[in-house]
């Protein structure tokens, strides 16, 4: 009987220790791709305006010279883009909006950056679309900003919090 305490007091804490490890690694992975992202827009900067690469071949190359945990969403939207012949990107850039959300963590106001690169890419020249790439990463940089406090606070809070409620649990069991 004292074994079985002993283990379910076990399982209770390792459970609610992963839990708050869990939520608090989602703070630094929004930073960390957020950075990776903002790698990926300042390669996709260089290969349109300075390389003046046609669209299609300057996604695959931030795919290549990306961080593959970000720069798989330009393949993902040159793939669109080509499959369905669209002439605006910005739907192509739509159907990454879940992957924006769910894998790299990204908060709305991220992803809603992100798509106001897509509404004017490839729709001025490029004197105009070097102004807006300069734009879209300054209001990264301010993400990039919250999302480092963000870290900073709460993931070393949730972390704690999931050690304390198991801790806590274990104690009105006992």
């Known amino acids: 009987m004292g074994l079985l305490k002993i283990l379910s007091a076990f399982c209770i804490f390792i459970t609610s220790s992963a839990i708050g490890f869990s939520y608090g690694q989602t703070f630094s992975l929004r930073f960390e791709n957020l950075l990776y992202l903002e790698h ?21 190359n931030v795919k290549k010279k990306g961080k593959p945990r970000v720069s798989f969403i330009f393949d993902d939207i040159r793939r669109d883009l080509i499959s369905n012949k669209r002439e605006a990107i910005y739907h192509s850039f739509l159907t990454v909006e879940e992957k924006l959300h769910h894998r790299l963590h990204l908060k709305k106001e991220d992803i809603e950056i992100f798509f106001s690169l897509g509404r004017v890419l490839g729709s001025s020249d490029r004197e105009d679309q070097s102004k807006i790439f300069k734009i879209v990463l300054a209001q990264l940089e301010g993400q990039l900003d919250e999302a480092k406090l963000e870290k900073n606070q709460n993931a070393k809070l949730y972390r704690s919090l999931g050690i304390i409620t198991g801790l806590g649990i274990i104690i009105l069991l006992i």
């Open 40 to 60: 990926c827009i300042k390669i996709l900067e260089t290969e349109i305006v300075y390389g003046a690469t046609p669209l299609p071949e300057a996604l695959a």
